[in-house]
């Protein structure tokens, strides 16, 4: 035996055998990082630049000592690992909600504040008419935006974008006998489609799951509206909208609101055959019969009614409007123009078809509109 080991004491050779033995354990183990995730922040980190998606928050680039700016990174984005599922929270999915707003109502924001989708995974984006009222209803929701982002953090949401239009609304008046009247609604859903295609091309980013289209004046859905939509797993999905009003003596009801959410019928069917290329269908008018089957009309409103009831839709409406972003990421939009004489929402549908995909309809899950203090809804 060598010299130098017959001097070794033995339990030397001992523990040097097994610290090696344990370094060895340690190279070829996996590590803990591998299989036991690491918690997520609560919100996601500030963009580094202005050419970031406009729906991750904002930070301005640095500047060097120099003068010179920072370039911009160059960003991957695996839109092959972005999910839609039944379960958008466990999923750490993004939702886009975008709101074309006119007009500026408190009980909008406070129903939006009250939802209990994670907002931390909400972003948020408006686009606003030029104009006195626009201006008037900027200023209300600027302050409604800095007042809850600089609030208790669970509250606040991952970013916000408010737009203006770059053309002059349609019409003047927002009132909703003036919205409604069968004569503006050609040249009054062309500029609300302009204004949706806009809002939506410029806020959506690759990391958003799913956009939820939300009237202004939607004041009242369940707090789980979310999650309850994303539960049915489908591309496209709208709630029925009812509006409480007081009737014409002077009690409190609900009537149905909304009925661009429909399924087709033969009589729509001839009724497109004469109408001429640029001319559409309207639902909802005494003047404009198309018999279809109205979402609106198919509720079951009795207290045990069965809220996750589904059905196939032809129309939708926009009052709250569920879509997975691979469909707009697919090409549908809102046209501003007669689309198998269709248009905005109910064009977009058609859209979503064309494309062969689907949309679906809850009857019996209910979101409310503003309280209207008319007993009648006029011209509807």
Known sequence: MPRSLRRTNPITLILAGLLSLGFIIFLISPSRTDTVPLAKPIHNPPASNPLSPPTAPFKKEAIKSN???TPPPVVHYHLNNLTTSVDPISNQETVLILTPLARFYQGYWDNLLSLSYPHHLIALGFIIP????GNAATAALQ?????????PESKRFASITILRQDFDPPIVSQDEAERHKMDNQRVRRAAMSRARNSLLFTTIGPSTAWVLWLDSDIVETPPSLIQDLASHDKPVIV???????????????????DFNSWQDSDKAAEIAKTLGPDDILLEGYAEMATYRLLMAHSA????GRDQNQIM???GVGGTALLVKAEVHRDGAMFPPFAFYHLIETEGFAKMVRRLGSSCWGLPNYFVSIRFAKVGRLNSR
């Open 130 to 133: 030029r104009g006195r009222e």
């Open 300 to 303: 079951d409103t009795s207290p």
């Open 312 to 314: 196939s839709l032809d």
């Open 143 to 151: 302050a409604a935006v800095a007042q809850t982002q600089s609030g």
């Open 239 to 257: 709630p029925n909208c009812y509006q409480r009003f007081k009737d014409d003596n002077g009690k409190a009801a609900v009537r149905p609101y």
């Open 67 to 69: 003068g010179q700016r």
